[in-house]
């Protein structure tokens, strides 16, 4: 199933049955999936991070290697990326910086998702 099918068979689970939190971690990987969640997690220079669902608000601290968004009106707040990718509808994600003098390589799919610089 590619990923733009599987987060719609999530978004319509999620209306039909209510909030559904799950947060997986491990040193190379953080995935958190939900609604109306909030949370904290600590990034090390290697971490991916998968944020699926709607109406969460993620903050991530420390150095990230990636973050993905996908779904529709989540919060993300990201002290430092290489690489931020936003799919979906009215996502919002505000980063402070990037690896080293780099600025995070940015991707947004979709309606209304906003990607900025926060200082």
Known sequence: MN???G???FMMV???FGPMTAAAEDENLIEVTGMGETATHECTPGTKVD???????VTLTGECKSVEVSGSSNTVKVEATSV???TGTSNTVTWKR???KSKPKIS???MGN???QVK
């Open 3 to 5: 990923r733009k099918l």
């Open 114 to 116: 906003k990607v900025s």
């Open 98 to 100: 990037g690896h080293g």
């Open 7 to 9: 987060t719609a068979v």
């Open 108 to 110: 947004r799919t979709g």
């Open 84 to 86: 931020i990718d936003v």
């Open 14 to 16: 999620a209306c039909a």
């Open 51 to 57: 944020i699926t669902g709607a109406s969460n608000n």
